[in-house]
């Protein structure tokens, strides 16, 4: 399998209001809380796996790719869908991890939620996960390289000699929440990584340099970061994650 090492898939928010979903009747508030649901489930099979949360960020990032692309309305399986992204990015982290185990990890989340004894009903299969990779890698035109925010917040955050322990951890806190956002597909990690660095900067008074503005040093710009803030508090707001 051949995948491309350029960071190029990014959609824009006209694009995004005009996704598939959309096209199918699926609302805003419906298709964000249905993103949520399989961030959610990587996130979750990820620790049961006992993957580095750089693998679950990845996985994220490849699904919220590919329902950029198609509708949940035709690919209503989120949890398929999901265990595919998580399976991928192991891969792609090159922290590999089979696809049974990848399979008994969602059978024990779909029982634990539905307080099953068994799963021989749960019909989720290797060959499924195999074949739904294909599409999904088709759907993203096999750019599969993600550079997530986490790395630059912490780059920043030295650079701008930052010692406040409280702002580092909130910054980080932030960056893998907007991995349930499609910030990840509008904008660059390093834009994302001056949004959550502003918004934790806010929230604990930390003064960042003004004169000139500190995002410049970052090729961010005021626009960017304002929206990541906005579309972190909506998540909070309608969410509560």
């Not at 960071?7 to 809380?33: H, Q, W």
């Not at 068994?118 to 019909?123: F, M, Q, V």
């Not at 000139?212 to 972190?232: N, Q, T, Y």
């Amino acid at each position: 399998m051949i995948y491309t090492a350029i960071d190029t898939f990014y959609v824009t928010e006209e694009e995004l209001i005009n996704s598939p979903s959309r096209k199918d009747g699926i609302d805003e508030l419906r298709e964000t809380a249905l993103r949520i649901h399989g961030c959610n489930l990587i996130q979750e099979s990820g620790i049961l796996l006992r993957l580095p949360q750089s693998v679950m960020a990845t996985g994220q990032v490849l699904f919220h790719r590919f329902y950029c692309k198609k509708s949940f309305a035709n690919f209503n399986n989120v949890k398929i869908v999901a265990a595919t992204c998580i399976w991928l990015a192991s891969k792609l982290e090159e922290i590999p991890r089979k696809t049974r185990h990848v399979c008994n990890v969602f059978r024990r989340m779909e029982c634990k939620r539905e307080n099953l004894v068994e799963w021989k009903h749960i019909d989720l299969k290797t060959e499924l996960i195999i074949e739904t990779e294909i599409h999904v890698l088709r759907e993203i035109g096999f750019i599969c390289h993600v550079e997530h925010p986490h790395k630059f917040v912490s780059i920043y955050i030295a650079i701008l000699e930052i010692t406040c322990p409280e702002l580092k951890q909130e910054a980080w806190n932030l960056a893998n929440d907007s991995l349930r956002t499609t910030l990840c597909v509008r904008f660059k990690s390093e834009i994302v990584a001056c949004g959550v660095i502003y918004a934790a900067a806010r929230r604990f008074q930390v003064p960042l340099p003004e004169n000139p503005p500190w995002w410049i040093a970052f090729d961010a710009d005021k626009h960017g970061i304002d929206e990541v803030c906005r579309v972190l508090a909506h998540l909070y707001d309608k969410f509560r994650i």
